[in-house]
């Protein structure tokens, strides 16, 4: 059983540890209740011997039940293929718990989240700022994810506490929150000493729209369209980590078919998102004739989805226990020859980058993001694959992947020539995984099952195009949600932006934000 070795591995490491009970485990998936006073040192300890940066850090309002509030920390273990979660109970009365963020930066962000939403204090944390309950709007003391939450009175202005660096000759230069096209609104705040940046603090928040407090109380069989809609660019993967959680709690089996037909739609996203950034990144250097062409190839691709499923952006395919669309003998033809010309473009679109001298001039060492940085950030997905962290979610969670021999993409100088790399590289085994998937989907095939009604609880999770998309879902008896917790790949790498612009001039933040190319609203929820 997967929890008796997790205790054993940590024992090895604190002799006298010991779990209260394994909460609902799963193959994949061993969750730990331990005691307060337990809980900091085992999440330390399984992030040194997995080795595994904090990928979910959040909480829980059960007073009700059991007069309580929960913390749950989420570790990935890529060696067993499993996710591990250490939670805790902590008193109602003046809740609190004992910061890990000062010995596991990763586990920042998500303490001061727990602050601001459930008014949970991570002592000793020395960044408590709000993140996206902006104080113009939220008044301080209301804290919406709990049960009894109830706005009272409006917000009170006030100056956000931005990180100064003060000393001669240096200045500061505020970007946004609103901006020129239609990119979302975020506030970005550059030191400057002469031209190059010498800090970079970001404020998000402004598109917070309180997405998990609306989860809660729906049936998890009718909110797939909700989470279609956290992250619009990333509408497949957000669904299929949403449908993948509430079917480990309904116990149901998908069919063969629908896994194939989801890894075939979730590459498809992958390849209209990536060719989109190569493009993007070629405007922002002023190369326009390649934006044009890889533009004209998001188009096509986008057009096939709709052509395939009948929506460009993939939605309304994944429910709960399968899929709603299957490509017949038709679709599939249509399919195998769009990517048979979509491979020619596609090299002739590379050629012409690779080739181009004062492109590459532009974006080799521009915005390095060091190995050891993303790490210590806990940056997950493509943009630590560019800096030679070996993690995707299909490779060690593979699933049908398997059957594909998928190959995993990583470059080592982590610049934005290597975020580019690791994008061309992936739109291309893109094609040759859907070529692979193409071949084995039956004639017809069982697209879905009807799902049990349960209660419990348990985390899915999806390797979307910007990395891990996960939710940890947790549904009462009659099947309404109860908790609802998300996490975008961009919530955790807004930060390693904030890294890789260092020591380079303010006009090549906008490569550098490209080259990452995260969510606002996949960010601030």
């Known amino acids: 059983m997967a929890g008796p070795d997790i205790v054993t591995r940590i024992k090895k490491v604190i002799p006298d540890f010991k779990a209260l009970s394994f909460r609902q485990s799963y193959a994949d998936e061993v969750a730990l209740n331990v005691q307060p006073q337990d809980f900091k040192d085992a999440c330390l300890t399984l992030h040194k011997i997995l080795p595994s940066p904090v990928m979910m850090l959040f909480a829980c309002d059960e007073r009700q039940e059991k007069g309580s509030f929960a913390i749950n920390c989420v570790f990935v273990d890529f060696r067993n293929r499993q996710w591990v979660i250490v939670s805790m109970d902590i008193p109602q009365d003046n809740p609190s718990f004992a910061t890990l963020a000062k010995s596991m930066h990763s586990a920042s962000l998500f303490e001061r989240e727990i602050w601001e939403m459930f008014g949970i204090e991570p002592k000793d944390n020395p960044d408590l700022r709000r993140l996206r309950l902006h104080d113009e709007v939220w008044p301080k003391g209301s804290y919406p994810l709990r049960k009894d939450f109830k706005i ?5 202005l006030s100056d956000y ?4 660096v003060e000393g001669e000759g240096i200045f500061e230069v505020p970007v946004g929150p609103v901006h020129a096209g239609i990119i979302g609104p ?9 031209e190059p940046i010498i800090n970079l603090e970001l404020r998000l928040g402004f598109t917070h729209r309180g997405v998990e407090k609306i989860f809660e109380g729906k049936l998890y069989t009718d909110a797939v369209g909700l989470s279609e809609r956290v992250s619009g660019d990333s509408s497949f993967a957000h669904s299929l980590a949403f449908t993948r959680a509430a079917e480990k709690i309904s116990g149901v089996t998908v069919p063969p078919q629908a896994n194939i037909l989801r890894a075939v739609f979730l590459e498809l996203e992958r390849m209209f998102n990536h060719v989109n950034d190569i493009g993007g990144i070629a405007l922002d250097v002023g190369f326009s004739f390649p934006h044009a062409y890889a533009s004209i190839i998001k188009e096509a691709l986008l057009q096939l989805n709709k052509n ?17 669309q299957d490509i017949d003998e038709t679709k599939k033809g249509l399919l195998l020859d769009f990517l048979k010309r979509v491979k020619y473009d596609f090299n002739e679109l590379a050629k012409i980058l690779n080739s181009n001298v004062s492109f590459m001039d532009r974006v080799d060492n521009t915005g390095v993001l060091h190995r050891k940085t993303a790490e210590n950030l806990g940056v997950v997905g493509l943009a630590a694959r560019a800096s030679g962290i070996p993690t995707d979610l299909r490779k060690y969670f593979p699933g049908v992947y398997n059957q594909a021999k998928f190959k995993m993409m990583t470059q080592e100088s982590g610049d934005v020539l290597a975020r580019l790399r690791v994008r061309i590289a992936e739109f291309e085994e893109s094609i040759r995984l859907i070529e692979v998937f193409a071949g084995r989907l039956a004639k017809p095939g069982e697209l879905r099952v009807s799902p049990a009604i349960k209660q419990g609880c348990a985390l899915g999770y999806a390797e979307g195009w910007r990395g891990p998309v996960l939710y940890w879902l947790e549904s009462g008896p009659a099947g309404l949600i109860e908790r609802c917790k998300i996490v975008d790949p961009s919530f955790l790498n807004w930060q390693g932006l904030s890294f890789a612009v260092l020591g380079n001039i303010i006009p090549d933040f906008p490569l550098c934000n490209k080259s990452f190319d995260l969510s606002y609203s996949g960010n601030d929820l």
């Open 308 to 324: 395939l499923s009948g929506n460009r952006y993939l939605r309304k395919i994944n429910v709960i226990g399968g899929v709603t």
């Open 152 to 156: 009272t009175k409006p917000g009170e």
């Open 186 to 194: 975020g506030h970005f705040r550059f030191s400057v000493a002469g």
């Open 161 to 164: 506490k931005f990180a100064r």
